[in-house]
């Protein structure tokens, strides 16, 4: 028990040391480069020839500390690599090795220029092309070693900050992703928001297109039953049939809808088809069920019938209903027709009605008033590019949309 007991301790000893190695992980590599440069620096100091007069350790001492400073060049770069350069010029000056101290300078060049711009840049190059120059005088070399030496020097910065621009460019180019990212975020939620209130919208405008017309009819075959329920009991009974009948119609339209939309909240996605896709086929039944009133209707079809594209067929189905309850609503008695025309590339659907002059005044003072009813239907036509237009008439008033739909539109 005791030994697995001290298992578990030295692996979460183990894990918390890889976890604290991991956070520090830069300043760790940092230290261990300092080391190792320090270590080759110390082996090429006592080594290296020095003046008679001068202990070995001097170059030690002078050389260790500089390079110890490497470890702050995150926040002090500039000053990092004006210490180091001074301090290898110095000692080049007297002709002592500098061994190491090159390659700290480097990557004190290097945490320079990848913060600086590119002029900033060309001058911490500068700045460390000072040593090699003051190598080159202090040894007394010839041109032509001296110039290979310089050119030498040139090569190793020009490396270094070209690997500093590299990273500069790749910051900038991992910083304008995620910027990007986070615009796409925004998008999509500001799309998906945009889709939620378009979803609220058509189930608004369903809601109140099998709502309104369909408590129109209750109403109209109600007021039927009321009139001939003394003189006629056989067609009220008839007509408060008909009324059962649509009243479960809607109610299961209803019942329909609403458990599509609970289920496809509860799976979060669309797993129903809940949208009712009524056609232009179902023309015949709906003005049928509003027959019976005191308006009459006649339904009329032009041109070659066709099948449409179920967007097409399902708006100008919702035209009709819209405008045949309008009707239903302000309208008392007389006539009213649905015409719905096939065009090669539009169908055209028209509802018309003719009042007696008392009615057709009624009938205006209710259409100034604003209803959802002529916004939805101008939204969904809208969608499909066509036009919708109504207005009065004499004697009563007239609603005409145009849809686009090519011959071949069945075939899509």
């Known amino acids: 028990m005791d030994q697995v007991v001290g298992r578990l301790v030295l692996s979460r000893s183990k894990s918390g040391f890889w976890q604290w190695a991991l956070t520090h992980r830069v300043t760790l590599g940092d230290v261990a480069f300092v080391l190792a440069a320090s270590v080759l620096y110390a082996f090429d100091a006592a080594l290296a020839d020095h003046p008679p007069w001068m202990p070995w350790w001097v170059p030690m001492a002078i050389g260790g500390p500089a390079g110890l400073l490497l470890p702050l060049r995150r926040r002090a770069p500039w000053a990092v690599l004006f210490v180091l ?15 190491a101290l090159n390659l700290v300078i480097q990557v004190a060049l290097y945490s320079v220029c990848v913060r600086s711009t590119p002029s900033m840049m060309v001058a911490a190059a500068g700045l460390a ?28 910065l020009v490396i270094v900050v070209g690997l500093a621009y590299a990273v500069q460019i790749g910051r900038r180019r991992a910083d304008q992703l995620e910027r990007t990212l986070a615009l796409l975020d925004e998008a999509r939620d500001q799309l998906a928001a945009d889709a939620a209130s378009i979803e609220r919208a058509r189930i608004a405008r369903e809601f109140h297109d099998i709502v309104s017309h369909n408590l129109s009819v209750v109403a109209l075959r109600a007021g039927v039953a009321r009139a001939v329920i003394d003189r006629d009991p056989d067609h009220a009974r ?21 458990s599509a939309l609970r289920e496809r909240d509860v799976t979060g996605k669309e797993t129903v088809d809940w949208q009712p896709t009524p ?21 009329d079809r032009r041109g070659p019938v066709r099948e449409l594209g179920q967007a097409v067929e399902m708006t100008a189905y919702r035209i009709a209903q819209e405008a045949m309850t309008n009707v ?3 309208a008392g008695a007389g006539r009213a027709r649905v015409l719905v025309e096939y065009a090669p590339t539009t169908v055209r659907i028209e509802v018309t009605n003719e009042l007696s002059a008392l009615d057709d005044q009624k009938q205006r003072a209710a259409h100034q008033q604003s209803g959802h009813g002529l916004i939805g239907l101008r939204e969904r036509v809208a969608l499909l590019g066509g036009t919708l237009t109504a207005h009065p008439v004499m004697n009563g008033f007239r609603l005409e949309a145009v849809l686009p739909c090519p011959e071949n539109s069945d075939l899509a």
């Not at 008839?238 to 609403?258: I, V």
């Not at 056609?279 to 339904?299: M, P, Y």
């Open 85 to 99: 350069v001074a301090t290898a010029s110095g000692l080049s000056a007297f002709q002592l090795s500098i061994g």
């Open 129 to 156: 092309m000072f040593y090699p120059v003051v190598d080159a005088i202090a040894y007394e070399m010839s041109p032509l070693m001296g110039a290979l030496r310089v050119i030498g020097a040139v090569v190793n």
């Open 238 to 258: 008839q007509t408060l049939q008909e009324l059962e009948s649509s009243s479960r119609g809607a109610l299961g339209e209803m019942r329909d809808m609403l």
């Open 279 to 299: 056609t232009l086929d179902g023309l015949d039944a709906l003005v049928d069920s509003v027959r019976g009133g005191q308006v009459t209707w006649k339904l």
């Open 328 to 330: 239903l609503k302000h």
